[in-house]
């Protein structure tokens, strides 16, 4: 029996919350049932989303215009608990730490806003593509057929 049977809730997790996990919480929302509370938070989050990440999502049919960063302090009492799965997004910088007792998985995306190589536009569409991959195998995992 996996782990994920249980989950209930899924949080993406990053440093400034601007870029990466606000995207994933999108994506998130949109292809998992509504069952599945889906959140984004940051260790040290920024002051706005990043437009490429708004512009990115736009291309889906997604707004997130008006998201806003948010700190994993902010988020709502007990949701990290036992049904909770957190996903960190972070490759080149620390990721947050997290409680022990939760089930983490690393996903190690790189940061669209900071491209080794490239545009910017390029790696965001880029990561766009790899969170609806990742969170579209997610699905198979949490919601049984």
């Known amino acids: ?51 490429s990440a708004i512009q990115s999502l736009a291309d889906l049919d997604t707004d997130i215009s008006v998201a806003l960063p948010k700190s994993v302090d902010s988020l709502p009492g007990g949701f990290l608990n036992k049904d909770c799965l957190v996903i960190r997004l972070c490759a080149e910088e620390e990721c947050p730490i997290v409680a022990r007792d939760l089930e983490v998985r690393d996903w190690n995306l790189p940061d ?15 990561t766009r593509t790899a969170l609806f991959d990742r969170i579209s195998k997610l699905k198979n995992e949490l919601v049984p057929l």
């Open 112 to 126: 669209p806003a900071r491209p080794s190589s490239g545009d910017a536009i390029t790696a965001f569409a880029e």
């Open 1 to 51: 029996m996996s782990r994920t049977e249980k989950i209930t809730k899924l949080l993406f997790l990053c440093v400034a919350n601007s870029a990466r996990s606000q995207m994933a919480e999108a994506i998130a929302r949109k292809i998992l049932p509504s069952s599945i509370e889906v959140k984004s938070a940051g260790s040290r989050p920024g002051n706005v989303v990043h437009p």
